[in-house]
């Protein structure tokens, strides 16, 4: 069987496969660098902190933050998009029971949101899993 990549067709049973762009970066048959990203909030721990504590400018920024993943790529991310991509020592991150569900070969990493609000989490290929939100810049400061 030939390897599935986008816009490519796999013959099984003289029925043609079709993978979504989506479908093809999940199972891992894409480079991830260069399409646009995507959020999951599957491993989101509220208990550190919760929407509930951001005020309305803090909201519509983390809408404009939505708005700035899904257009950028992680290539983009790294390098220009103006969202301070910087990686964490886990040893520095809050002792939370969230952190045992996240392999530690994983890297963990911050996104700016606004000049003081930074969300926290890690990507898997082009899918970022935002952790944890910090409002007031408090759980890593360089």
Not at 58 to 85: E, H, P, V
Not at 105 to 134: N, P, Y
């Amino acid at each position: 069987m030939s390897k599935l990549l986008p816009g490519e067709v796999a013959q099984k049973d003289r029925k043609a496969i079709y993978l979504s762009p989506i479908e093809a970066d999940y199972l891992g048959f894409v480079e991830t660098e260069d399409i646009p990203t995507q959020i999951s909030l599957k491993y989101f721990d509220g208990s550190y902190e919760c929407f509930s504590k951001w005020q309305q400018n803090d909201l519509k920024a983390f809408t404009r933050f939505i708005s700035k993943l899904r257009d950028n790529t992680w290539q983009d991310i790294k390098r220009t998009a103006g969202l301070g991509y910087t990686e964490h020592n886990r040893q520095n991150l809050p002792r939370k029971q969230i952190l045992t569900a996240i392999s530690p070969e994983t890297t963990m990493f911050e996104l700016r949101v606004t000049q003081t609000a930074r969300v926290h989490g890690f990507r898997i290929h082009s899918v970022f899993f935002l952790v944890w939100l910090d409002r007031n810049h408090k759980i890593y400061r360089e």
